[in-house]
């Protein structure tokens, strides 16, 4: 049966019964439906943050399909729901994106999925909606200000940062001429378009802690430069408060369910290879004062998203370090890093699972350096032989890395309990002295030279003069405390897409930088990384189609 099929054998619960079993007063549900609703979560999270341990999911380098660490995420809570543990999830909202275009949805699959999957994967509750219309306001009214203005005016329409956003992959929109036409439609300059999930207004969405801290961000949005080159912001347009009104809703986390009834907060959703990567600190603190256990992930492999959520997420103080990592590993990427073929993953190879172990070896370094308890998930696939798994689990062993099997797509909770006693024991047993990459005053060079030879491997990195002055510069006008994003390729530990398994000696080259200092960072591009994806040459939105019924099939 496909997930779909799956799906429809659930019935699914009353949101309210959902909360109550959080211990959520059905007064503080905004209900879209029957199955979903927004929370207000003030009077909840206005307490110190409450006594629910963090178990952070994340991921060797993946294949193009993913290697089903949101799936992994969802069975884990259900497994430790299984043990009688009071767990819940906390996970990014899926973006129109990889819905239309390679990976498909994100509400898991097989017998761990969230459900309503349809909606979730659409519309939802419309804060990705939310967030485009308060990036493009922002937008919008700079280009205002430039035409009321002229182009030399509070802005300086030759240094405009602010692009244009939209939740869909349109690589035609990546470079664009807006203003043209004559006098009444603006002034013609260049720009361009992002994707929403690689949006500062979504970074600051998931790492704001209230509404005062969301507005005061926005405020802190950088847009460009004036003609004398004074740095100008979003409050320096009067758009923060605008753009506040647009998000109130959006702030509030979102409650939907898993097929097996555990309760999941699915709220914000930036790409980890763009920005952080991680859902929103609000729903993960409402989380951790509504139940004992939290799985929450991190996309893409952990030299992005575990990377960022330690060092950017964690570091805000909003949300306490992991108290467990699990590390998801696949057959199939072990023999992609190996040099199969994707056409021939099905089939079984332990010369290349061994060739590609190196891979899986490097973020098991990664992850033991900032001394959190660390468990390898082995996530099924149908097509995995029994010498295959005892292979990787061997591998592992040899690195005195705890291991597990997770059946979870094929068995629901049930099939995590190996996974889930695993992670149990490492909590309990195994030395947590968590410590983050480097310090908030490393000079910012130094801070992307840290990351790329202890987390990625390089040998050195290297950029254009005119790159490290726009980094120089951002540290002299009092930006150099700030965590470095960096935006990379997300199939290899390097900048570059065909660099698998565990490159050695290589350079990572710094093509970029750009300031987000709303959400608190600064953005490091390296390779040939887009913010805008282009469809694939057949994409899943081929596949996705509207039954006389209403019901939505194909969506993978």
């Known amino acids: 049966m496909d997930d779909r099929e799956i799906a429809a054998q659930f019935r699914m619960k009353p949101i309210e019964d959902i909360a109550a079993n959080l211990g959520i007063d059905k007064d503080l549900l905004e209900k879209y439906g029957n199955f979903k609703a927004k929370i207000d979560p003030r009077p909840i999270t206005q307490k110190k943050t409450g006594p629910g341990k963090l178990i952070m999911v994340t991921a060797m380098n993946p294949t193009p399909?993913?290697?089903?660490?949101?799936?992994?995420?969802?069975?884990?809570?259900?497994?430790?729901?299984?043990?009688?543990?009071?767990?819940?999830?906390?996970?990014?909202?899926?973006?129109?994106?990889?819905?239309?275009?390679?990976?498909?949805?994100?509400?898991?699959?097989?017998?761990?999925?969230?459900?309503?999957?349809?909606?979730?994967?659409?519309?939802?509750?419309?804060?990705?909606?939310?967030?485009?219309?308060?990036?493009?306001?922002?937008?919008?009214?700079?280009?205002?200000?430039?035409?009321?203005?002229?182009?030399?005016?509070?802005?300086?329409?030759?240094?405009?940062?602010?692009?244009?956003?939209?939740?869909?992959?349109?690589?035609?929109?990546?470079?664009?001429?807006?203003?043209?036409?004559?006098?009444?439609?603006?002034?013609?300059?260049?720009?361009?378009?992002?994707?929403?999930?690689?949006?500062?207004?979504?970074?600051?969405?998931?790492?704001?802690?209230?509404?005062?801290?969301?507005?005061?961000?926005?405020?802190?949005?950088?847009?460009?430069?004036?003609?004398?080159?004074?740095?100008?912001?979003?409050?320096?347009?009067?758009?923060?408060?605008?753009?506040?009104?647009?998000?109130?809703?959006?702030?509030?986390?979102?409650?939907?369910?898993?097929?097996?009834?555990t309760p999941v907060f699915i709220h914000g959703g930036p790409f980890a290879n763009i920005a952080h990567g991680t859902n929103s600190v609000i729903a993960t603190r409402l989380a951790l004062n509504v139940a004992d256990f939290v799985v929450t992930e991190s996309g893409f492999g952990s030299d992005l998203g575990a990377q960022k959520f330690y060092d950017i997420v964690v570091r805000t103080g909003h949300i306490p370090p992991p108290s467990a990592c699990v590390l998801v590993a696949t057959i199939r990427s072990l023999k992609y890093n190996g040099g199969v073929k994707r056409n021939d993953l099905e089939k079984e190879n332990v010369t290349a699972m061994e060739k590609g172990f190196p891979n899986l070896q490097k973020h098991i370094a990664n992850m033991k350096a900032y001394g959190v308890p660390l468990v390898v998930a082995v996530n099924r696939f149908p097509t995995d032989t029994e010498e295959e798994i005892e292979t990787l689990k061997s591998l592992c062993r040899k690195e005195n890395t705890r291991v597990a099997l997770s059946d979870v797509f094929a068995r629901g909770g049930e099939g995590g309990k190996e996974l889930a006693g695993e992670v149990m024991t490492a909590i309990e047993s195994d030395p947590h002295n968590f410590q983050l990459l480097y310090p908030d005053d490393m000079p910012l060079l130094k801070k992307i030279e840290t990351i790329a030879t202890r987390i990625y491997g390089a040998a050195a990195t290297a950029m254009e003069g005119i790159i490290r002055r726009k980094i120089e510069r951002l540290e002299k006008d009092g930006f150099g405390h700030l965590p470095v994003c960096i935006a990379k390729t997300q199939y290899s530990l390097s900048g570059d897409d065909n660099a698998l398994g565990r490159p050695e000696d290589f350079t990572l080259i710094v093509t970029d930088a750009s300031l987000s200092s709303g959400a608190g960072f600064i953005v490091v591009y390296c390779g040939d990384i887009m913010t805008m994806p282009g469809l694939p040459k057949n994409p899943s939105a081929e596949n996705i189609d509207v039954t006389e019924e209403g019901d939505i099939i194909g969506l993978t």
């Open 65 to 261: 399909a993913g290697e089903g660490k949101t799936t992994t995420s969802i069975g884990l809570a259900d497994a430790l729901n299984r043990l009688g543990k009071k767990a819940t999830a906390a996970l990014r909202e899926p973006s129109l994106g990889p819905v239309f275009g390679m990976k498909g949805g994100a509400t898991g699959g097989g017998y761990a999925q969230v459900m309503p999957r349809e909606e979730i994967n659409l519309h939802f509750t419309g804060d990705i909606h939310a967030v485009t219309a308060a990036h493009n306001l922002l937008a919008a009214m700079v280009d205002n200000r430039i035409h009321f203005d002229g182009p030399c005016g509070l802005l300086d329409s030759r240094r405009i940062s602010w692009k244009r956003v939209m939740d869909m992959d349109d690589r035609v929109l990546r470079e664009v001429v807006v203003g043209i036409g004559g006098p009444l439609r603006g002034i013609a300059r260049e720009t361009g378009f992002d994707i929403t999930a690689a949006s500062e207004v979504m970074a600051i969405l998931c790492l704001a802690q209230d509404i005062g801290d969301l507005k005061e961000r926005l405020g802190n949005i950088f847009v460009g430069y004036s003609a004398e080159g004074k740095m100008v912001f979003a409050r320096d347009l009067k758009a923060h408060g605008a753009m506040t009104a647009l998000l109130k809703d959006a702030i509030r986390p979102n409650l939907v369910q898993t097929l097996e009834g």
